[in-house]
């Protein structure tokens, strides 16, 4: 377990030790899992060692859960669905909650928390194109073709099973167009 990188000496450590056959996890702050190849790569590691040594990254946020003593049903208008990047056609009858705040929860209408994540799992493919430098909304695109959950997907399928609001997952994930 190699804590938070954020110097070359630290990467080349920790990928020194998975090159010689330790399992290393560890911690890098980045936006999303694309975020992550570009930190490191800026780190001045060599490309080949980097992409060898990796099995795949997770990146993981947190959200507020639905306080369930005082959680209610709620309906957006087309106009909030369309600001959250949803189609209402797919979305209109999809019933979302809020909480309403009660004792239970502080009158905050959340108690407790979940983590949304996604994950990249590196595929030959995907290797291929970080050693050829492809950029990011390639890898992406490929990573999706691959069947790839990413944090946003992730997050709605949270907010849609009513585990957490729509407000919620737009103040942590970005919304795509
Ligand atoms: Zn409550």
Same mark, same amino acid.
């Given at each position: ?19 010689? @056959? ?11 899992? =694309? $975020?992550?190849?570009? +930190?490191?790569?800026? !780190? ?62 502080? @009158? ?11 994950? =990249? $799992?590196?595929?030959? +493919?995907?290797?291929? !194109? ?48």
């Amino acid at each position: 377990m190699v804590g938070e990188i954020r110097d070359q000496e630290t990467a080349q450590i920790a990928i020194n030790a998975a090159l010689t @056959g330790h399992l290393v996890f560890t911690t890098v702050h980045a936006n999303n899992v =694309l $975020d992550v190849l570009g +930190r490191f790569l800026n !780190m001045g590691v060599e490309p080949y060692n980097f992409v060898s040594a990796l099995n795949c990254i997770l990146a993981q946020r947190l959200v507020r859960v639905v306080c369930s003593y005082c959680k209610k049903p709620v309906q957006y208008p087309d106009e909030y669905l369309i600001e959250s990047g949803l189609n209402p056609e797919q979305w209109r009858d999809v019933t979302f909650y809020e909480g309403a705040g009660c004792f239970e929860c502080g @009158g905050t209408g959340f108690r407790g928390r979940t983590a949304i994540h996604e994950l =990249l $799992d590196l595929s030959e +493919r995907i290797r291929e !194109m970080i050693l050829n430098k492809r950029p990011g909304s390639e890898i992406r695109r490929q990573a999706r073709d691959e069947d790839m959950t990413f944090l946003r997907e992730s997050a709605l399928a949270k907010a849609r099973s009513g585990v957490t609001t729509l407000k919620e997952i737009n103040k942590v994930t970005f919304i795509e167009g």
